[in-house]
């Protein structure tokens, strides 16, 4: 018995035609997903990268940070982005539980302190918080200030100025050309307070407030 083959109607080739449409489309999306997020965890590494090292130069030399007004490059050669930054310093509040017993050494010296017109607890006042974040600049893509959505990193780190043991030679020499040795004592004893570099967030408030008064005045 003789059987005759069944053609491919049209309407099967359009549905198969569609089919591999979608596939492809699919397969399209996935990649640029994946190439997408592929390019922006390199820049999010890239901001780490680039906080650390701000940190780290911070803590030896502040006065050879480069300039905040002015982008950074980093990556591989002919790959390379450009990154904004800022860096911020600010108090760090430390509570110190009352004694059970009280000692009366501790209150003599408390006393002897307190004639000089200081404190047993100055030195649980001298610790900081030093924060950086670094974004993608919009000159390769980001943003001009730190927007939700653009690749960025944020690094804190707690130290204590007075740690001086640990500073290298440099570092010491530089401090006592700048302050002075009782400058270095100041530090060392929690009696310097003050030159803290403005918070991250009282430098957003400052630029707002800047940037009103120039909006203000060109009205």
Excluded at 74 to 94: F, N
Excluded at 142 to 168: C, F, H, K
């Amino acid at each position: 018995m003789r059987t005759t083959a069944r053609g491919i109607t049209f309407l099967e080739v359009v549905l198969a035609v569609a089919l591999l449409g979608l596939v492809t489309l699919s397969v399209v999306m996935a990649t640029n997903y994946i190439t997408t997020a592929s390019i922006r965890n390199s820049h999010r590494l890239n901001a780490h990268e680039i906080a650390n090292r701000l940190m780290l130069q911070y803590f030896d030399d502040p006065n050879s940070l480069p300039s905040e007004g002015a982008s950074v490059e980093y990556g591989r050669e002919g790959v390379s982005s450009r990154y904004r930054w800022a860096l911020g310093e600010e108090s760090l509040a430390v509570e110190i539980p009352t004694p059970v017993s009280p000692s009366t050494d501790e209150d003599k010296r408390e006393q002897q302190l307190s004639r000089l017109g200081r404190s047993s607890t100055d030195r649980y006042g001298r610790f900081r918080v030093v924060r950086v974040r670094v974004w993608l600049s919009e000159e390769t893509g980001g943003s001009y200030s730190p927007e939700t959505g653009v690749p960025q990193a944020t690094l804190a780190r707690m130290y204590d100025p007075a740690d001086i043991p640990n500073w290298n030679p440099d570092k010491l020499r530089r401090q006592i050309d700048t302050t002075g040795l009782k400058g270095v004592l100041d530090q060392m004893t929690g009696a310097r307070a003050g030159g803290l570099r403005p918070s991250l967030s009282q430098q957003r408030d400052d630029s707002k407030s800047s940037g009103g008064k120039k909006q203000g005045g060109a009205k």
